[in-house]
């Protein structure tokens, strides 16, 4: 068995007084792929943004529990320290900037890894994305919404990071553009990168991850290994 990179228990989560996550457990292993499937609204975002460190009381919302990097505690943390430990975060919405060319986007984003590797250089991201390396002089805002989400998850790995956060990547996308973001998922594990991602996808969820966890209002209602999960238990959830 793999260790255990990234670890959260009995975390609870807070926009004000309002608690959207109860008693959350979930392990990600070293070099491994999870998943996070949920409806709109049952609290996937908020669990990555308690996990960097983006719920605190500038913005009247906390964490409590334990959020563990590598056994370090992560909880009480601020962003820009949980991002240097090695985690790196793609929120929702392909946040580029649009004025910026896709090589600027890449070059900004550059950034050292742990113990200042830097794995992830711009000509090997390239390498893995194609499409942007002939896009590369092209201003962000014309770039296709496919392309933009490429470039998103290419502005992570420019992080050099051991941990991808990967949050609703394949929303709003044409199926063939979500089978390639998922070969390039399967290169990223390929080359150890550990990933964990939220879908509503539960394909692309299942073609890229081993393990899967279901959350329902704020809750985890089910972890299992992806390939062993019995397609009811998706159904039941999930509504398909
Ligand atoms: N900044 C916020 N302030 C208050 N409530 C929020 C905030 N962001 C999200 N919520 C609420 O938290 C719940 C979970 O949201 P979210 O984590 O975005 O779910 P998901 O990513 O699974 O769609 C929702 O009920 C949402 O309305
Ligand atoms: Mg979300």
């Known amino acids: 068995m793999a260790q255990t990179i990234l670890e959260l228990r009995n ?20 070099a491994g792929s999870v998943c996070i499937l949920g409806r709109n ?19 009247r919302s906390r964490v409590t529990g334990s959020i563990q990097y590598k056994g370090k505690e992560l909880v009480g943390a601020p962003s820009y320290q949980v ?20 090589k600027e986007n890449l070059l900004i984003a550059e950034r050292r890894g742990e113990g200042g590797q830097q794995e992830w250089t711009i000509e090997r991201i390239y390498d893995l994305f194609p499409s ?19 470039l998103t998850v290419a502005r992570g790995l420019m992080q050099n990071p051991r941990v991808l956060l990967l949050d609703e990547i394949t929303e709003g996308l044409a199926p063939i553009v979500v089978d390639e973001l998922g070969e390039i998922i399967n290169r990223l594990r390929e080359n150890n990168v550990t990933i964990l991602l939220a ?10 991850s081993s393990q899967c966890y279901i959350m329902e209002k704020g809750s985890i209602v089910y972890h299992g290994s992806t390939k062993d999960t019995p397609k009811e238990v998706f159904a039941q959830y999930l509504g398909l």
């Open 11 to 30: 975390v609870n989560s807070f926009y004000g007084e309002s608690q959207i996550l109860f008693d959350l457990n979930l392990q990600v292993p070293e």
């Open 41 to 59: 609204g049952v609290g996937k975002s908020t669990t990555m943004k308690s996990i960097m460190g983006l719920l605190n009381p500038k913005n």
């Open 83 to 102: 991002a240097r430990t090695g985690i790196a975060y793609v929120p929702q919405g392909r946040h580029i900037f649009p004025t910026l060319t896709t």
């Open 132 to 150: 942007l390396k002939a896009r590369e002089n092209f201003k962000g805002g014309r770039l296709s919404g496919g392309e933009q989400q490429m």
């Open 199 to 208: 879908e509503q996808n539960v394909n692309f969820a299942l073609a890229v």
